[in-house]
């Protein structure tokens, strides 16, 4: 019980891990293309965003159920990826 209490802690800090710095970059990176995509496709930023926030949640979603197993929810992970996607999308409309 003690490490579930624990595991569900970790979903909620965002630089809990040892390697949380490279872990941002790579899920920044990671959604990027999306923000990209979305922008090239004429969405404003703020919808490319809730989109990309949307389907991060999703994942996260589906992590925390145990699909894939392995894996692991992360309040970082959907913050990383919606940013990433933000990013993608301004640098479009700029």
Do not use: K, M, Y
Not at 34 to 51: E, K, M, P
Not at 69 to 92: C, K, Q, Y
Request: glycine share 10%.
């Amino acid at each position: 019980a003690s490490e579930a209490v624990a595991n569900s802690a970790t979903v909620w800090c965002l630089t809990c891990s040892p390697i949380w710095l490279a872990d941002a970059i790579s899920n920044v990176i990671l959604f990027l293309p999306l923000g990209v995509v979305t922008g090239v496709l004429g969405l404003r930023t703020s919808r490319a965003v809730l989109i990309g926030a949307g389907l991060s949640l999703g994942i996260e979603i589906l992590q925390l159920s145990g699909v894939p197993s392995g894996r692991s929810a992360s309040l970082a992970d959907w913050v990383t990826n919606s940013a990433g996607v933000f990013l993608g999308a301004w640098a479009v409309h700029q």
